[in-house]
T-cell receptor
Framework: DTGVSQDPRHKITKRGQNVTFRCDPISEHNRLYWYRQTLGQGPEFLTY????????KSRLLSDRFSAERPKGSFSTLEIQRTEQGDSAMYLCASSLVDSVYEQFFGPGTRLTVL | GQQVMQIPQYQHVQEGEDFTTYCNSSTTLSNIQWYKQRPGGHPVFLIQLVKSGEVKKQKRLTFQFGEAKKNSSLHITATQTTDVGTYFCAGKTNAGKSTFGDGTTLTVKP
């Protein structure tokens, strides 16, 4: 157990529905990352926060995706009007602010869009 | 944008054989990290390399960072069944985000 938790662990939804995932990082970690991983691929960067500020967002991310970290602690990732192509494992990771520190990953939320 | 390529995609070895995976970046990296992901699990940090030409060892694992800081390798000596999983490299530029390769999946036959 790395100390990073994600909820829910699994989500099945119908195409067109909205979904929201939550990530609770390790408490002293300033940085929080969201990744998407599909079978046979490495984690694909989506966005990251330093405290409550969203510092970078992947250009691959459509406007249907939004992430927040309102108080610099937990974060939420929302996908609006889900599509079948959104089916993937959504991973959250946290780290200390200095880039030399490793990322600790949570168990992920597996999303299935029917 | 930055790309990180890993080869091979899959490697099947007999227990006791050595294993090497290679990672190549299209851009110069400030550091590179290696992660291991067991089947059904999440990536777990193994090590970070920062300096040009750096070599680090963890028991049977040897990690190298190239002189130009654009490539890296992970070598496992005398593989064991506990080594199975997918090994990812993740390259980080000064911007802060990490770009992961697609991993090398290692299977070990007892």
């Amino acid at each position: 157990d790395t100390g990073v938790s994600q909820d829910p662990r699994h989500k099945i939804t119908k195409r067109g529905q909205n979904v929201t995932f939550r990530c609770d990082p390790i408490s002293e970690h300033n940085r929080l990352y969201w990744y998407r991983q599909t079978l046979g691929q490495g984690p694909e960067f989506l966005t990251y926060f330093q405290n409550e500020a969203q510092l970078e967002k992947s250009r691959l991310l459509s406007d249907r995706f939004s992430a927040e970290r309102p108080k610099g602690s937990f974060s939420t990732l929302e996908i609006q009007r889900t599509e079948q192509g959104d089916s993937a494992m959504y991973l959250c990771a946290s780290s200390l602010v200095d880039s030399v520190y490793e990322q600790f990953f949570g168990p992920g939320t597996r999303l299935t869009v029917l | 944008g930055q790309q990180v390529m890993q080869i091979p995609q899959y490697q099947h070895v007999q227990e006791g054989e050595d294993f090497t995976t290679y990672c190549n970046s299209s851009t110069t990296l400030s550091n590179i990290q290696w992660y291991k992901q067991r089947p059904g699990g999440h990536p777990v940090f193994l090590i970070q390399l920062v300096k040009s030409g750096e070599v680090k060892k963890q028991k049977r694992l040897t990690f190298q960072f190239g002189e130009a800081k654009k490539n890296s390798s992970l070598h496992i000596t005398a593989t064991q069944t506990t080594d199975v999983g997918t090994y990812f490299c993740a390259g980080k530029t000064n911007a802060g985000k990490s770009t992961f390769g697609d991993g090398t999946t290692l299977t070990v036959k007892p």
